[in-house]
């Protein structure tokens, strides 16, 4: 009885244990951020934190508080690592797989039995859809090929089944070309969605086939009416047997002997009609000579006005100088009438002076 009490005890330690060192399962994508800590309040009063992290038997500092001040001695975790002093929560940013690994933290020097097991894995890749052809009339393969979770959905937000992996899926044409369709991979770290592809892209040559098939059958059906009448026409115009055996039978009908009438007298105003063409290809040379003329007349008339302007340039130019000339004579004079009248001053002073 005394050996069956003790070996319970035993064992509720050791779940007891189990549970205190239980660790948090944390992900992390390459390049991305992440954010842990304590899931209780850091009991007062708190002189240090300092997380460490073990990686393939290996402990190092990853953060670390103390005396006021915070530093991550570890160049894997250096620039990159913070610390909140409150709640004791570290954040880790432009992750690498290098930051996975077990982490702990000590608090006032005390390690604490919580622990946490970061995994940095890939994100997975932006989607793009494929499109296959199926045997199947009205229905195509869609394809998302990647090594990853692979869901599909419709434009409603329904779930769709596909084949081994969930890689490719039959989507059957169902007349609502707004209908779409997406492809999304997620992993433990990241979860991308593709552009959606829509029904009437996809049905799309189907569609173009059938309305091309039914505008040429249209145009055969209104174009066979307009091409006899143009032959009818043109036999008309052009074959005199025909012209005399058709022209007692229809000139009396109300719309097709007005236009055969209209024929005829296009027929017979050919000469007139080629007099006319002689006239007006006159008039034109006539009006190309008159244009020349006026561009020869512009011509002259520019270089008339440039002579014109020259001259007057020249004009103002020798005014001008002139104008120079008289000045510099006028000081030249001044000059030597001041000289002369020094030179009488002299005279008359030193006379007096005698």
């Known amino acids: 009885m005394l050996l069956r009490r003790n070996l319970l005890v035993v064992i509720c330690g050791v779940i007891i ?26 009991p007062p009063p708190v002189s240090s934190i300092t997380w460490k992290h073990i990686k393939d038997g290996e402990t190092v500092k990853a953060i670390e508080w103390e005396d006021g001040e915070i530093t991550a001695p570890n160049p894997r975790f250096k620039g990159i690592t913070t610390l909140d002093t409150k709640t004791g929560n570290i954040t880790i ?3 690498t797989v290098e930051h996975s690994g077990v982490y702990t933290i000590d608090i006032s020097g005390k390690e604490q039995a919580q622990r946490f097991t970061l995994t940095v894995m890939e994100s997975v890749p932006q989607p793009v859809i494929k499109t296959e052809p199926s ?9 998302c090929k990647y ?10 937000g329904k779930k769709l089944t596909g084949s081994a992996f969930e890689n490719t899926i039959t989507v059957e044409k169902n007349g609502n070309p707004d209908e ?6 997620e992993n433990k770290a990241s979860r991308k969605t593709s552009k959606p592809v ?37 036999l008309y115009k052009l074959c005199p047997p025909f012209h005399n055996c058709v022209s007692p039978i229809c000139g009396d009908a109300p719309c097709i002997g007005g236009l055969l009438k209209c024929l005829d007298g296009e027929k017979k105003g050919g000469q007139a009609k080629g007099n006319n063409d002689s ?76």
């Open 17 to 42: 244990a189990s549970g205190a060192v239980s660790g948090t399962e944390v992900v992390g994508a390459v390049g991305g951020e992440v954010s842990f800590g304590p899931d209780k309040p850091l």
């Open 93 to 95: 940013k432009e992750l």
């Open 135 to 143: 045997s199947s009339p009205g229905a195509v393969y869609l394809s």
């Open 147 to 156: 090594n990853a979770t692979v869901i599909w959905k419709n434009s409603a």
């Open 180 to 185: 779409f369709y997406t492809c999304t991979l």
């Open 198 to 234: 829509y029904e009437r892209d996809l049905f799309k040559a189907e569609s173009d086939g059938v309305a091309g098939l039914t505008a040429t059958l249209i145009g055969v059906i209104l174009g066979i009416p307009g091409i006899l009448f143009a032959a009818f026409l043109g």
């Open 279 to 354: 006239t007006v290809v006159n008039l034109l040379n006539q009006k190309e000579k008159n244009i020349e003329d006026a561009k020869e007349d512009a011509k002259e008339d520019a270089k008339e006005d440039a002579k014109e302007d020259a001259k007057e340039d020249a004009k103002e130019a020798a005014e001008e100088d002139a104008k120079e000339d008289a000045k510099e004579d006028a000081k030249e004079d001044a000059k030597e009438d001041a000289k002369e009248n020094a030179k009488e001053d002299a005279k008359e002073d030193a006379k007096e002076d005698a």
